[in-house]
């Protein structure tokens, strides 16, 4: 009975994995119809969210499946609960690609960045993209190590995101309120999908573990 039990969790784990790829993937597309004006592309990840949404639900339905069947303790329990709530994380992660290709799409035929930021959201559409890869590797792996250093990775995408707004701020910025609206919303949607992919790693270390590390990167016991 509990091997069948660990054989249902390690495929829960891989449930997971496959949905963070499928987060990244969506990222990857949403940055391209981004940065080209690719109304295809952000119809793509527009439609393919909806793959994304099912398996969320799926994975929290299997969770809770193991939960009541299972009454799993310790780290058993941990694992299934941490698991639950990486679920309600990927979900975001594919959310918020979503909300990119969604501004792509709204701003169709015309490109929705200034000529001055694409390098901006090129980077942070490629550090957001390696993170996703990142997370999903380590939902598979289960590595603490590896899980550590997505939180160092991280970093890239807090120092592109402070960058941006120095172009923002700039009184020589010539392309209205819209624009700007647009870009401090983008900024934020992939500075958001990076600390969901540190999150996912937080909490496959606590899986792993049992300690959650802090935001410092410090690990508390719980």
């Not at 990222?27 to 793509?44: F, G, I, K, P, V």
């Not at 000529?115 to 090129?122: D, I, T």
């Not at 923002?168 to 958001?192: F, N, P, Q, S």
């Not at 573990?209 to 802090?214: A, H, M, S």
Request: net charge negative; charged share 25%.
């Amino acid at each position: 009975m509990r091997s069948a039990y660990h054989e249902q969790l390690d495929a829960l784990s891989s449930q997971l994995g496959e949905m963070c790829g499928m987060a990244g993937v969506a990222m990857e597309r949403a940055t391209q119809s981004l940065l080209q004006a690719d109304l295809a592309l952000a119809e793509q990840v527009i439609t393919d969210h909806e793959l994304i949404a099912e398996s969320s639900a799926r994975a929290e339905e299997s969770a809770f499946i193991l939960l009541a069947l299972q009454a799993p303790v310790a780290g058993d329990l941990r694992s299934v609960v941490s698991s639950i709530q990486i679920v309600a994380d990927v979900d975001r992660m594919g959310a918020l690609a979503l909300h990119v290709a969604k501004i792509a799409r709204r701003r169709h035929p015309q490109h929705a960045l200034p000529e001055e930021v694409n390098g901006y959201f090129a980077e942070m559409g490629r550090v957001a993209v390696e993170l996703g890869h990142g997370a999903q590797e380590v939902l598979i792996t289960r590595d603490p190590e590896k899980a550590a250093r997505i939180r160092e990775e991280d970093d890239a995408m807090d120092d592109l995101h402070r960058h941006l707004f120095t172009v923002l701020m700039d009184r020589e910025w010539k392309h209205g309120v819209a624009a700007a609206v647009d870009i401090t919303l983008l900024g934020r949607y992939y500075e958001r999908f990076a600390d969901h992919a540190v999150e996912v790693a937080r909490r496959v270390i606590f899986q792993v573990t049992g300690e959650l590390p802090t935001a410092d990167g410090e690990l508390n016991a719980r």
